[in-house]
């Protein structure tokens, strides 16, 4: 029973350097979320996905884009990595019944020096 | 816009205190709210929402709609208890895909 499953779980950058920041999920959710996390800031929405091919942006998305060619998996890229986008990064998901809330993954903490 | 509004940061507390974690919002639709906790080096799980009016670990938390608060409560706190607490509200208009807003989150401390 994975739930929600991110990878690295830690990753160091150097500014200008890109990755991509792994998300999958196996409970067959249509919605999946990616949210910084700041302290002081809470959480922050990034990019969102109502279902494969679909995606938009949330509240904070430059710098990042995202992609959503399966059910299971919403990866997050950063291109060009700078220092401001140190932060904690998490992906979740939920069916389409919002009410039942958000399924959270473990979370990628990312440091830009 | 909405807004969810968590005014304190820090809530520090003895064991077998009574707990109240703040939360306000503002939302021109009818909301639905929810409280997710985080323990150290933890992801963030669900405790409660709103609509199933169920009481989690001892907690509760009741939907005020004329003071716009969602307020969640404890009578008598456990060390256990100690962890960051986020309020969130769903966007329920239509076209919003539910997106969640969260406030910026208040760590409760429960000390022995």
């Known amino acids: 029973n994975a739930g929600v499953t991110q990878t690295p779980k830690f990753r160091i950058l150097k500014i200008g350097q890109s990755m991509t920041l792994q998300c999958t999920q196996d409970m067959n959710h249509n919605y999946m979320y990616w949210y910084r996390q700041d302290p002081g800031m809470g959480l922050k929405l990034i990019y969102y996905?109502?279902?494969?091919?679909?995606?938009d942006k949330g509240e904070v998305p430059n710098g990042y884009n995202v992609s959503r060619s399966t059910t299971e998996d919403f990866p997050l890229r950063l291109e060009l990595a700078a220092p401001s986008q140190t932060s904690v990064y998490f992906c979740?998901?939920?069916?389409?019944?919002?009410?039942?809330?958000?399924?959270f993954g473990s979370g990628t903490r990312l440091t830009v020096v | 816009a909405q807004r969810v509004t968590q005014p304190e940061k820090l809530l520090s507390v003895f064991k077998g205190a009574p707990v109240e974690l703040k939360c306000n919002y503002s939302?021109?639709?009818?909301?639905?709210l929810f409280w997710y906790v985080q323990y150290s080096r933890q992801r963030l799980q669900l405790l409660l929402r709103?609509?199933s009016r169920e009481s989690i670990k001892g907690f509760t938390a009741d939907l005020n709609k004329g003071e716009t608060s969602f307020h969640l409560k404890k009578p008598f706190a456990q060390e256990e208890d100690s962890a960051m607490y986020y309020c969130a509200l769903s966007d329920t208009r239509p076209g919003a895909n539910s997106k969640l807003t969260f406030g910026k989150g208040i760590t409760l401390s429960v000390r022995p």
């Open positions: 996905s109502v279902g494969a091919g679909i995606t």
């Open positions: 709103h609509i």
């Open positions: 939302y021109s639709g009818s909301p639905e």
């Open positions: 979740a998901s939920s069916s389409s019944a919002q009410s039942y809330g958000y399924t």
